[in-house]
């Protein structure tokens, strides 16, 4: 058996009950095997090794009062993967379906996408069993408190600095950032996605969707297209979907479907950004709301179903594995050619495989996405600074950060032998700089 197969047989003996994580570091590890095969030095140095294993994990019990007075119990995580290029960087996820293993592929991950930033960021996520839905304002704020009355101990400006991801957004990072501020007596960029009153950076909102977008945008003009005329979905509705979406009509784009946990809008028209915005952002209401503003419009029970819809661009935006087999052979069916991940892991493997036999033009999560956290980056270059700068600077730095990683992730494909394959080529660009400084520091 090759050497990375070892790896993974060991990696799911040790991390037993994990498949989010299995997948997530099983699709590295088979990347990287052209690497290992012209750097014996990085077997011989663990590398791999050290890389699959968390530098640090940390698990605790949030306990709050909800507004019945009846003591609830959640469970906080934070995973510091790798700091080998620099402090711990990477959101924190609330959702019921959040366990170690949900954390461990996220920051197994972050650690790939932000080394692709060329910023210099760690790789760590964090998060909780908390599910926001339907909760009060004020049993936000006492779950944030109450998380961030453990976490604080563990982060810090130099150290690990959180941002926000599924469920977690402005309101949430404002309610950990006051209660940091209070135990430790810091004023400190510790968090990112902070408000634009206290730290936060221009842009920051609308990097994620933004980058994904101007990353697609590189990938399919080096094949001679673009987003103008392209009918595109754009699945979830939060702020991953908002912003791509804003994008792609810039872009000359027509987004066509989104959706939510419960079921996804289609109108014919274009969907109402507007709308969208009001239902979500404001009101923190259902996507099912749009149809009664636009009665063009439909709406379907069930998610899985935006699919079916035809488009020429589809953009995962909402979860992991929402894309599977059945759905990326139904998105080739009907036409689609290009597909950029803005969500975590969106695609399954086999619906992976079905893209990149097919030819459609893919981005992969970690190079696509990759602009949140990179603008988070910016956030704290600024905070250093104690400066801020203007929204054009800060999009134009994304802009440039993306084309970069695109150049990066495609010249590495060619060099390894997989021209056009940005999953590996993505994989190994990322890899390369944080296998580099482990070497230069030392078995640590
Ligand atoms: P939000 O919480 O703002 O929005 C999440 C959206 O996805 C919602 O519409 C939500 O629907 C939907 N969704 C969540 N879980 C599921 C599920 N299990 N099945 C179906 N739909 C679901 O999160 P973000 O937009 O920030 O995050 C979206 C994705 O992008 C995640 O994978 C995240 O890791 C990734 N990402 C986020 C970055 C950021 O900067 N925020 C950066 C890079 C990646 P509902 O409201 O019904 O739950
Ligand atoms: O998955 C991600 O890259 C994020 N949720 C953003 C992380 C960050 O630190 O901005």
Redesign the pocket.
């Known amino acids: 058996m090759s050497l990375t197969g070892q790896l993974m047989e060991a990696v799911i003996k040790r991390n037993p009950n994990e498949p989010e994580f299995h997948q997530a570091v099983k699709e590295v590890l088979e990347s990287l095997e052209p690497v290992i095969e012209r750097h014996p030095e990085y077997v011989q140095a663990g590398i791999l090794e050290r890389i699959v294993e968390p530098e640090r994990v940390i698990m605790f019990r949030v306990p709050w009062v909800d507004d019945n007075g009846k003591v609830q119990v959640n469970r906080g995580f934070r995973v510091q993967f790798n700091s080998a290029i620099g402090p711990y960087k990477g959101?924190i996820?609330f959702?019921p379906?959040v366990y170690l293993g949900i954390i461990k592929f996220?920051g197994f991950e972050q650690i790939f996408?932000n080394s692709l930033t060329g910023l210099p960021i760690g790789g760590g996520k964090g998060g909780s069993d908390f599910d926001p839905?339907g909760k009060s304002d004020n049993e936000i704020m006492r779950f944030c408190q109450s998380f961030m009355a453990e976490l604080y101990r563990h982060i810090g400006a130099d150290v690990d600095v959180p941002?926000?991801?599924?469920?977690?957004?402005a309101r949430e990072i404002g309610y950990m950032y006051g209660m940091y501020k209070k135990l430790t007596g810091l004023y400190e960029g510790v968090l990112t996605?902070k408000g634009l009153t206290y730290g936060g950076s221009l842009a920051?909102k609308e990097?994620?969707g933004y980058g994904l977008c101007y990353f697609v945008d590189e990938m399919i003009k080096a094949k001679g297209k673009s987003f103008k005329g392209a009918t595109v979905i754009s699945?979830?509705?939060?702020?991953?979907?908002?912003y791509a979406t804003e994008k792609v009509y810039q872009l000359g784009g027509k987004v066509v479907a989104m959706?939510?946990?419960?079921g996804y809008i289609y109108d014919p028209n274009g969907v109402n950004l507007d709308t969208v915005k009001r239902i979500?952002e404001v009101e923190r209401k259902?996507?099912s709301e749009y149809v009664k503003y636009h009665p063009q419009a439909t709406y379907t029970e069930g998610?899985s179903g935006i699919w079916s819809v035809k488009c020429d661009i589809a953009l995962p935006?909402?979860?992991?594995n929402?894309i599977n087999k059945e759905a990326a052979e139904m998105l080739v069916k009907n036409g689609c050619w290009a597909v950029g991940e803005?969500?975590?892991?969106?695609s399954t493997p086999e619906a992976i495989e079905v893209f990149l036999k097919n030819k459609v033009l893919f981005a992969p999560?970690k190079a696509a996405?990759?602009?949140?956290?990179a603008t988070?980056a910016l956030e704290m270059s600024q905070n250093s600074l104690r400066m801020s700068w203007t929204f054009e600077e800060v999009d134009a730095k994304l802009k440039d950060i993306m084309v970069n990683i695109y150049k990066n992730a495609s010249s590495a494909a060619k060099e390894y032998g997989y021209e056009d394959n940005l999953v590996v080529g993505a994989n190994i660009a990322g890899f390369k700089k944080v296998a580099e400084a482990m070497m230069a520091q030392g078995i640590v």
């Open positions: 959101g996820r959702h379906s996220l996408k839905k941002a926000g991801d599924i469920g977690v957004g996605g920051r990097a994620t699945s979830g509705s939060g702020n991953v979907s908002i959706s939510d946990s419960n979500k259902r996507i998610c935006n909402a979860t992991q929402e803005g969500a975590n892991m969106p999560a996405n990759a602009g949140g956290v988070s």
